[in-house]
């Protein structure tokens, strides 16, 4: 009664098992590098997002003290952060990526049929991330603008009083392993951020 037991060996079964960690060490990888991708994007938007609401506090204060509240002014920061700043990265990013596939398609010719179109599980998930990296950028731009006392962001007098003093001193020690990854580090942020 039932099936005997059978056990088939080939030399191409062989390869594929020992390649079998290769794959998922692989997928590892990728993920590690998507996910430092973005956080250095969440950053980078973080100090823009940062940048342009601070330079806005007298007009959000003009507008806080009109009677705006205060869950009109998270949509209105929400939205700026989305518009302004993902919807033009992320047309540009399918459009390329369109372009890419395309060239890619005909240039290697490999015989398998493929739509050389982005499939709707790709636009969704760009279309989440899209949205997702600024949502999540916006966030303590957002707090900051709300928790300043509305006379001194009218005043303007909170942005006087800060000081920042640099203080130089000279080191005979010059560490150029140091100087070598922090240069590696910029060139790696300038060629993400440009």
Same mark, same amino acid.
């Given at each position: 009664v039932g099936f005997p037991w059978t056990s088939i060996t080939t030399p191409l079964i062989l390869?594929?098992?020992?390649?079998?960690?290769?794959?998922?060490?692989?997928q590892l990888v990728l993920n590690l590098m998507l996910f430092i991708l973005m956080a250095l994007s969440i950053m980078l938007l973080y100090s823009l997002l940062s940048i342009s609401v601070d330079s806005r506090t007298f007009e959000l204060s003009i507008l806080r003290m009109i009677g705006m509240r205060t869950r009109h002014l998270v949509k209105m920061l929400l939205l700026q952060s989305c518009v302004i700043y993902s919807l033009p990265s992320w047309l540009i990013a399918v459009v390329l990526s369109e372009v890419a596939i395309f %060239?890619?398609? !005909?240039?290697?010719?490999?015989? %398998?049929? @493929?739509?050389?179109? @982005?499939? =709707?599980?790709?636009?969704?998930?760009? =279309?989440?991330?899209?949205?997702?990296?600024? &949502?999540?950028? @916006?966030?303590?731009?957002? *707090?900051?603008?709300?928790? *300043?006392?509305? !006379?001194?962001? @009218?005043?303007?007098?909170?942005?006087?009083?800060?000081?920042?003093?640099?203080?130089?001193?000279?080191? &005979?020690?010059? *560490?150029? *392993?140091?100087?070598?990854?922090?240069?590696?580090?910029?060139?790696?942020? =300038?060629?993400?951020?440009?």
């Open positions: 390869r594929f098992n020992a390649l079998k960690y290769m794959s998922i060490f692989f %060239y890619l398609m !005909h240039r290697l010719d490999t015989g %398998y049929s @493929i739509a050389p179109v @982005i499939s =709707v599980n790709g636009l969704l998930r760009s =279309v989440a991330v899209a949205l997702v990296i600024p &949502s999540v950028s @916006i966030l303590l731009p957002i *707090k900051n603008a709300l928790s *300043k006392n509305l !006379h001194d962001s @009218i005043d303007g007098g909170g942005r006087a009083s800060e000081t920042t003093t640099l203080q130089a001193s000279s080191s &005979s020690t010059f *560490k150029l *392993k140091l100087t070598l990854i922090a240069s590696i580090f910029i060139a790696f942020g =300038v060629c993400v951020y440009y």
